[in-house]
Nanobody, 122 residues
Framework: QVQLVESGGGLVQTGGSLRLSCAAS????????MGWFRQAPGKEREFVVA???????TYADSVKGRFTISRDNAKNMVYLQMNNLKPEDTAVYFC????????????????WGRGTQVTVSS
């Protein structure tokens, strides 16, 4: 059974940092693209970042320069380092995995985690 499990969310002040982790299990994801989405209260889920198996990354404009995705294929892990957090970053953050980078960017990933809450106080 394939699972993506996020962790690392929490409450942080404006300007602070958090590092989210996503543990993938049930198969090897080294050949998969992986990424992150977020959903704020009352809003639709939005793309944050994706990283291909070869290391190419694509970021949403709203997080460029502040967020960094990385992955450890040997451990089936993907990480999201979030710096200079803003109140508008408050959302539930979801991990996603798919063989195709384009599917992740389009929000049509094959696999999804259940999310971890990030709250940024002003």
């Amino acid at each position: 059974q394939v699972q993506l499990v996020e962790s690392g969310g929490g409450l942080v002040q404006t300007g602070g940092s958090l590092r989210l982790s996503c543990a993938a299990s049930g198969r090897t994801f080294s050949s998969y693209a992986m990424g992150w989405f977020r959903q704020a209260p009352g809003k639709e889920r939005e793309f944050v970042v994706a990283r291909s198996w070869s290391g190419v990354s694509t970021y949403a404009d709203s997080v460029k320069g502040r967020f960094t995705i990385s992955r450890d294929n040997a451990k089936n892990m993907v990480y999201l380092q979030m710096n200079n957090l803003k109140p508008e970053d408050t959302a539930v953050y979801f991990c996603a995995a798919d063989p195709r980078m384009s599917a992740i960017v389009a929000g049509r990933s094959q696999y999804w985690g259940r999310g971890t809450q990030v709250t940024v106080s002003s």
